[in-house]
């Protein structure tokens, strides 16, 4: 058992039988109860998995919550992953990771032991075959796993140690102002950096309540859900703000904070919150390799907020910027690289593939990101990527930005731009999420804020582009959609 160990056993002591975790009242744990019921999942995971590490695919209930913490404290070095992979994405993990087994809820193919925990589900522990053709990775100080998002290629697998997840709540609770008073209803899967690092160790810490409510991911139910909870804190993905905005928000008056992360906000969507609530939407900068990074209030337009406690934020000069003037006037068109230094770092891959995790830290250990922004006044604006900078005739254009002026348009619910080979030279492409809109009304839409050289000369506009859990367009998986030009 490792420091959480001791931390739920605190948490069970200091707060008892108040309600830590609920589903509804039919499903809910107390402290002790939760402390409890992470042992059991301790206990079984002992007796079950091979060696470290396995991978975890857990559910969103307070079973789900219990059978993560008691992963956690195993020592075991579970790696949580995404319960909606495919098995072939599953078993490329497997062997990327050296994972000796798989746990999950839903029933595998072959099952070789399984438990009942407190909700009543069954979790399965799965032994895969070809165990000889995996890796061995040294996990020296490394407690748990967990993925990057895999929106731009298949995701890559972070090392942690425990004391990462313990500094990761200690600067979000300090942020958000957590108190016992407060019930935290999240929205995001238990796998995703936004629940994980926003939703777990704060809440517990100081004696709150979880919610997980369990509603499909339709604007009624989870309208519902949010009425019927009445939670002070919302915790939830773009889109399912996006979906709300258009509903009548005035009842949720419990609400005095909303968490957001993974992609930007909607201009509209945040205006309509505002406006209904008079609460601004927290979209916060975080990384999987770095844990959360800042903390927004919304009161500066554009920002993504001011560093966490213990949080160093530093901007790095690129060729570009080096050339560009630097006064006062014009530091906001500079596009520097966004540089971090966390206490919630990871501290390797478990993943065989370049490059080394080591390969992204500078001298001073800041994590180099590739995203491009300034700092004004403490505040972070991110305005690009770097890995996405693409050169097409000889200029050098941001895709993101094209996607982020598609998303201005009131039909478009998702986008994606980027470059693709040709036998000649590489075209500007569009992938856009949209039921109505049409090619000609979203390229006119594009002139009026774009130059004619930023506007994509392919297009394929669908009702549905494949994300992922955490609702992340999924770049390796667009040529599913087929091809479906306008």
């Given at each position: ?101 798989i ?33 061995r990775?040294?996990?020296?100080g490394?407690?748990?796993g ?33 108190t016992?008073?407060d ?44 009425r ?30 909303l ?151 009131h ?44 506007i ?31």
């Amino acid at each position: 058992m490792n420091a959480l160990g001791d931390l739920l056993t605190r948490y069970a002591q200091r707060y008892g039988d108040r309600t830590a975790v609920s589903r509804g009242p039919d499903a809910a744990y107390s402290y002790e109860e939760l402390e409890l019921a992470s042992r059991h999942a301790e206990a079984w995971l002992h007796e079950v998995v091979p060696h470290p590490p396995f991978l975890l695919l857990p559910g969103n209930t307070p079973g789900d919550v219990a059978l993560v913490l008691g992963a956690l404290r195993s020592g075991l070095v579970p790696l949580i992953g995404d319960p909606a992979w495919s098995e072939h994405e599953i078993a490329e993990t497997l062997r990327r990771t050296g994972a000796s087994s798989i746990v999950r809820a839903q029933l595998p193919a072959s099952t070789a032991a399984s438990t009942t925990l407190g909700d009543g589900g069954v979790r399965y522990l799965e032994l895969p075959t070809e165990s000889s053709t995996r890796v061995r990775h040294n996990l020296d100080g490394i407690d748990f796993g967990r993925f990057t998002s895999g929106s731009s290629g298949a995701p890559r697998c972070l090392g942690f140690g425990i004391e990462a997840m313990i500094n990761a709540a200690s600067a979000w609770r300090a942020a958000t102002e957590l108190t016992g008073a407060d019930t935290v209803m999240c929205l995001a899967a238990l796998n995703n950096g936004l629940a994980f690092n926003t939703s777990l160790l704060p809440v517990f810490d100081v004696g709150a309540t979880l919610v997980l409510p369990g509603v499909r991911p339709i604007p009624s139910s989870m309208l519902a859900a949010l009425r019927a909870c009445a939670p002070t804190i919302l915790v939830a993905f773009p889109f399912v703000y996006d979906a709300l905005a258009g509903r009548d928000l005035g009842r949720l008056t419990s609400l005095r904070l909303l968490v957001s992360s993974a992609a930007p906000l909607r201009a509209d969507t945040e205006r309509h919150w505002f406006t209904e609530l008079g609460t601004h939407i927290c979209n916060y900068y975080g990384l999987a390799e770095v844990g959360p990074v800042t903390f927004n209030d919304g009161r500066v337009a554009g920002s993504l907020g001011r560093a966490l406690a213990g949080v160093d934020l530093h901007e790095v000069p690129t060729p570009e910027t080096e050339r560009a003037s630097r006064t006062a006037d014009h530091r906001e068109l500079a596009s520097f690289r966004i540089a971090v230094r966390t206490a919630a770092m990871a501290t390797r891959y478990l993943d065989p593939r370049p490059p080394d995790f080591a390969d992204h830290l500078d001298a001073n250990g800041s994590y180099l990101t590739q995203d491009l922004g300034f700092l004004q006044d403490g505040n972070l604006f991110v305005t690009g990527r770097a890995d996405r900078i693409v050169n097409i005739a000889g200029r050098k254009i941001d895709p993101g930005e094209i996607a982020d002026v598609l998303l201005r348009h009131h039909d478009v619910s998702g986008a994606l731009v980027r470059a693709e080979a040709t036998t000649t030279d590489p075209l500007l492409c569009a992938y856009v999420e949209s039921a109505t809109a049409s090619r000609h009304e979203l390229i006119e839409h594009c002139r009026k804020y774009l130059s004619q050289y930023k506007i994509p000369q392919r297009w394929t506009i669908v009702p549905a582009l494949p994300r992922s859990s955490a609702g992340k367009i999924m770049s390796a998986r667009l040529a599913e959609i087929g091809a479906a030009p306008q």
